[in-house]
């Protein structure tokens, strides 16, 4: 999967990462080899469900923002793309962040 998925300074990846407590997202820029900003569940009430993930996209896309990153390129980690990945990465674009599959595929 991250064969494909290369991030950059200009369009970083956004990393899902999940476990049965917690979200995680990361934006990481590839070529530097540096997390240039991250969110968490942590501190969020109620269960690690869909709601917990669409705070957590906002929460991520507010920290992307502030950072001055506008587009990234979705990571799953290779979790199927429903429910709470799908959650975090529909909030974050509704907050800002502009999604793109890969770099010259004519998205944004």
Do not use: W
């Not at 909030?91 to 599959?101: D, M, R, Y």
């Amino acid at each position: 999967m991250r064969r494909a998925v290369h991030g950059t300074a200009e369009r970083p990846r956004m990393c899902i990462a999940k476990s049965n407590r917690q979200l995680y997202v990361q934006f990481v820029d590839d070529v530097r080899g540096a997390t240039l900003a991250s969110a968490g569940t942590l501190g969020v009430e109620g269960r690690n469900n869909v709601e917990a993930a669409r705070v957590l996209g906002r929460r991520a896309a507010a920290a992307a923002l502030d950072k001055g990153i506008r587009r990234v390129v979705v990571d799953r980690g290779g979790y199927r793309f429903h429910g709470r990945v799908k959650m975090v990465v529909d909030a974050a674009v509704e907050a800002g962040v502009s999604i793109s599959a890969r770099e010259g595929r004519g998205e944004t």
